[in-house]
Nanobody
Framework: DVQLVESGGGSVQPGESLRLSCVAS????????MSWVRQAPGKEREGVAV???????KYADSVKGRFSISKDNARNWLDLQMDSLEPEDTALYFC????????????RGQGTQVTVS
């Protein structure tokens, strides 16, 4: 079975930082494009950052310059460093493998809540 387990969420004030982590089992990390995705109540699911199999990263405009995604293939570990957090960043964040379109992913975790207020 494939499992993706997130950690590191919490409640912070605007301007503060959080670091989210995701550990994966049952998949070979280096063979997948890994993303951090967020879902806020009443809003569309948003892919905020992706790191592909080559290590190339891309960010949503809403987080560019504030968030940084990284991974450790040897440990199947994915991180998201979030700085200068804003109330608009409040959401459930989950890690996911291989976007399928329409907000769907081949594998995803249960998520960790981030609240900025």
């Amino acid at each position: 079975d494939v499992q993706l387990v997130e950690s590191g969420g919490g409640s912070v004030q605007p301007g503060e930082s959080l670091r989210l982590s995701c550990v994966a089992s049952g998949i070979t990390f280096s063979r997948h494009d890994m993303s951090w995705v967020r879902q806020a109540p009443g809003k569309e699911r948003e892919g905020v950052a992706v790191i592909d199999r080559t290590g190339t990263t891309k960010y949503a405009d809403s987080v560019k310059g504030r968030f940084s995604i990284s991974k450790d293939n040897a440990r199947n570990w994915l991180d998201l460093q979030m700085d200068s957090l804003e109330p608009e960043d409040t959401a459930l964040y989950f890690c996911a493998a291989d976007a399928l379109g329409d907000g769907r992913y081949r594998y995803r975790g249960q998520g960790t809540q981030v609240t900025v207020s």
